[in-house]
């Protein structure tokens, strides 16, 4: 008698090599859209705060528009319609390039919100020891104005990395796609979810951790 | 020297100063005294440069402040200022907090532009307190550590805006206590103050302002025991 064709086989080792090699990549498009997208995001926030209300109407209509569309829709609008403006990209470029506007547009709010809790008068100070405008930036409005929005800051950059699983209906294998593959196959969507969320918060409890050890520190 | 020469000055169409004139020697002190919105605070703005003029001129040593080419960062070196909130650096130590202009706007090391701190720090009385973090510190100590910051920068000049009126009443005296030091020392001042004990016994004049216009000028003695203007003479017998 014939064995009978397996199409489904059991959860194993390799299977979470495969899991933890997907959550590489997680990683790594989380941190390039994070980096990207602070970077981005603090110019944003500048320009919003010096321009006032007509760069509250320019750039901050424009990203509010990033901020309210919801992400997936984002992702594929821009997936799809790249190539007719002559851009061919790969979903990992195309994911990165989302996913750092939209930090971009998250952090415009965070940074904008740092610069103004350093108060006139405390600038006036800075300015009258003989500091120029970039001096005070750096030294007086960075520093105090990133202890007051940081963790804000954390839970944009913890918010992005949860939804860069997002990325994901590109058919870029990163942790949530892993996942659907393997459940696919194995038919086993409790423990593999149970894995990749486990991943998932590895990956954002250090950060999370950290932040909090920073805090603790700056609050001497 | 400060030139002030028929200086105008507006917030929107709300005009505050209207036509100031007014000279300050090297080495005096004067305290600019009366009622809260008669343009005296405003006056010390303008005179470093945080807030334009709409017309007239301030010269400091000959250069003049609201000039195009002015290099405003060198001239607010020679101007230190102190205000009424005293604005300490919270993330960074006391003796940090002095260090950091010498060290980024005057290019001194770290060493020396600690050196210079911590002699300024002792200068106002704060010598044991060189590592802590302002947080630690009272309103009064906060405010010495704000004139140790800007007398880092050795200027010439200091300006003082109601420099204790934040102040509780019980910390008031060591504030003025550092700014008398001071004027004993020789420092040019001009002290925008409510504190008549202090206008009277260390000023060698005292300007009076009303809405915006320098009513009376004179030593202590005439404003406070023979002021000519009506105005002054109110002010005076309401704060008495």
Redesign the interface.
Known sequence: MEQPINFFSGFSFNDLLFLGEAAGRTILISILSITIGTIFGCLFGWILQVSGTAGAVSVGAFLDIFRSVPLIIQLILFYNFAPMIGLSLDPFASGVIVLSIYAAALVANVARGGIEAVGR??R?????????YW?DMR??VW??GL?AVFPAWVGVALGVMKDSALVSVLGYVELLKASQILITRTQEPFIILTVAGAFYFALSYPLSRYSARLEER?S? | MIEIRDIHKYFGSLQVLKGIDLNVEKGEVLSVIGASGSGKSTLLYCI?G?EKIQQGSIRVDDVDVHAKGTDI??L??N???V?Q?W?S???LTTIENVA??PR???KKSRAEARDIAAAQLKHVGLGDKLDV?PSALSGGQQQRL?IA??LA?EPEYMLFDEATSALDPELVGEVLDTMRLLAEEGMTMICVTHEMGFARDVSDRVAFFHEGIMEEIGPPKQIFGDAISAHTQKFLANVR
């Open positions: 008068p405390m006036r100070a800075a300015r009258s020891l003989g500091m120029s001096q030294y007086v520093p105090i202890r700056w001497q | 470093n945080l960062n060198q607010r070196q101007l230190g200022m205000f909130q604005n650096f919270p993330h950091l202009s980024i706007v005057k973090y704000a910051r800007a920068m």
